[in-house]
């Protein structure tokens, strides 16, 4: 009969219910894991250009490889050395406590305090200085530890995650749009593909902004005759591969040290460094920059970014953007 109402078509209902069941569960094993695998995913997305150069040279196999060890050398590199001096700084500061607070004291002296206020702060700071090592420090310690070899083990998984996400994903996606009934193929495998272009613009384009952050940091630091600038421009690079808030994680230590020499020049370097380091950047060029790679609105890049750091931390930071993408990539995808 023309007038009788076509039934959904049962097989998919259960398929759908059962990869949804199945994503469920593989997102319940690998949540402690899944910082590393989100970060994989966003390497993979930075190194697929390199890849797509090479690859006819090279192979798939070797195309894949040498990508990822171009993205993730380097970022290795300036992860583990900067852990290093973080860790070299800590350690001085607890071993020449008396220095440490000569230069408390120095620097309240020229920032203008009485001394009143200074001889008061003086005698206070050795018991504040003792109870914060010994209380704070050595809890924190084991915490810190714990992290650390966290992050580290999710750095690993990460660097594998990119590698196979290139070596295998194209297969992978191929493989499975035969499990659905021939009449969806065509359209699920433009709908990946329009996902595919809108991920590998969010976060080439959020890679490319970092690496011109980290060379617009070179001079700022150079300016301020801080040390180890070659170092500070890597870190504010990494800083910036995580959008919003991490910049504050290399300004503030930079901006505490200045201050121990001169208090106004710290006022004029976090200054500076917010408007030209932070709100120029992260505010108004990444969101419009990163929103014409991968055509998502640069008001949802910059709402995803803060909503999903303030929510989930790191894996918030690149879970809420790739949701966003997907979301973008299905109107468009409608739309076109």
């Given amino acids: 009969m023309s007038g009788e109402v076509k039934r959904p078509d049962k097989w998919l209902i259960v398929l759908i ?21 989100l970060m994989g995913i966003v390497f993979a997305y930075v190194a697929k250009p390199i890849k797509r150069r090479i690859e006819k040279k090279t192979g798939n196999l070797f195309s894949s490889f040498i990508s990822t060890l171009i993205i993730l050398i380097p970022v290795s590199i300036l992860l583990f050395y900067g852990i290093f001096q973080g860790i070299v700084q800590a350690v001085n500061i607890l071993t020449h406590q008396s220095q440490f607070q000569a230069q408390i004291i120095h620097a309240l002296k020229e920032a203008g305090l009485s001394d009143e206020y200074i001889s008061q702060i003086e005698a206070l700071l050795p018991h504040l200085i003792s109870f914060i090592s010994k209380n704070i420090l050595q809890v924190s310690a084991i915490n810190l530890t714990f992290r650390l070899i966290i992050f580290i083990m999710n750095f690993l998984i990460s660097s594998i995650v990119c590698f196979y996400v290139l070596l295998d994903a194209d297969k992978f996606v191929s493989q499975s749009v035969r499990i659905l009934p021939e009449q969806y193929r065509e359209g699920f495998s433009k709908f990946v593909e329009e996902v595919d272009e809108v991920f590998l613009g969010l976060w080439f384009g959020n890679f490319a902004v970092a690496v011109l952050i980290g060379i617009a940091s070179i001079p700022f630091f150079l300016a301020f005759k801080i040390p180890y600038t070659a170092l500070l421009s890597g870190l504010i690079f990494l800083a910036a591969l995580i959008p919003v808030f991490a910049e504050w994680m290399v300004l503030i230590p930079v901006t505490i040290y200045l201050a121990l020499q001169n208090v106004y020049t710290a006022m004029w370097f976090i200054s500076l460094g917010f408007i030209f380091l932070y709100l120029i950047p992260e505010i108004i ?33 690149f879970l809420a953007p790739m949701l966003v993408a997907v979301g973008t990539a299905l109107y468009n995808y409608h739309t076109s």
């Fill in 285 to 317: 060029l990444r969101p419009h920059f990163v929103g014409y790679t991968s055509r998502v609105h640069p008001l949802l890049i910059l709402l995803s970014f803060l909503g999903g750091g303030l929510v989930g931390g790191v894996t918030g930071f």
């Fill in 17 to 37: 219910a059962a990869i949804l069941a199945l994503l469920v569960l593989t997102f319940y094993f690998l949540t402690p894991l899944l910082d590393g695998i």
